[in-house]
């Protein structure tokens, strides 16, 4: 099964590193570089300052684990959606911008493939791990930063757990299973 991840920063790195044992071929999205500042919060090491996030964490992966990831190394957008997104079976939503996660639903919708969405409140307080139909673009907090400072590292990777956990049961039994989470707990949605 083929699944496309999208926004390989804090929630997206950390669920490939966490999904790597599933019997998925992962493709990563992103455009974006290593900062210093991202290897506090997210699953990317000095070895990768300067690069791509995606070929960074396809590096990281393959050296640690062995495992191949798939990478496009591009901003996703109208323009190029066909192409990136075409031949997922899954697609996993980490983005921060809300344009993008439009556009990532909208492709979603027009394949019929179902879409896990996570979504971090840029002070850790909160997060959303939702399937499709379930999950509403909050138009707030374009492309804010989540926990630059690694404070919230414990929390991203709960969240990051849970969508792991998530497609795993959509892999095994076909269930979407949604839910919002907080540092002391899930509520089931």
């Known amino acids: 099964m083929r699944v496309t991840l999208i926004g390989a920063g804090a929630l ?3 669920v490939v590193l966490l999904g790597r044992n599933l019997p998925v071929e992962w493709t990563v999205i992103d455009f974006d570089r290593v900062e210093r500042k991202n290897t506090l919060s997210q699953f990317h090491s000095r070895m990768g300052l300067g690069r791509n996030k995606a070929q960074a964490l396809a590096q990281a992966m393959q050296g640690l684990f062995g495992l191949r990831l798939k990478t496009a190394p591009h901003r996703l957008g109208p323009d190029n959606a066909d192409a990136l997104l075409g ?3 899954v697609l996993v939503d980490c983005v921060d911008h809300a344009e993008t996660r439009r556009l990532i639903q909208r492709a979603a919708r027009a394949r019929g ?3 896990l969405h996570g979504a971090l409140a840029a002070d850790g307080a909160y997060a959303r ?3 499709g139909e379930a999950f509403a673009v909050d138009p707030g907090g374009e492309g804010e930063a989540t926990c630059e400072d690694g404070r919230h ?3 991203i990777a709960m969240v990051a757990a849970r969508m792991v956990a998530a497609l795993q ?4 039994d076909g269930v979407q299973h949604s839910e919002h989470v907080h540092p002391g707990g899930l509520i089931e949605v």
Do not use: K, Q, T, Y
């Not at 049961?169 to 095994?172: G, V």
């Open 129 to 131: 791990v939702m399937w």
């Open 87 to 89: 031949d997922a079976a």
């Open 113 to 115: 493939v179902p879409c």
């Open 169 to 172: 049961r959509c892999i095994e």
């Open 12 to 14: 997206g790195s950390h």
């Open 153 to 155: 590292l414990p929390f």
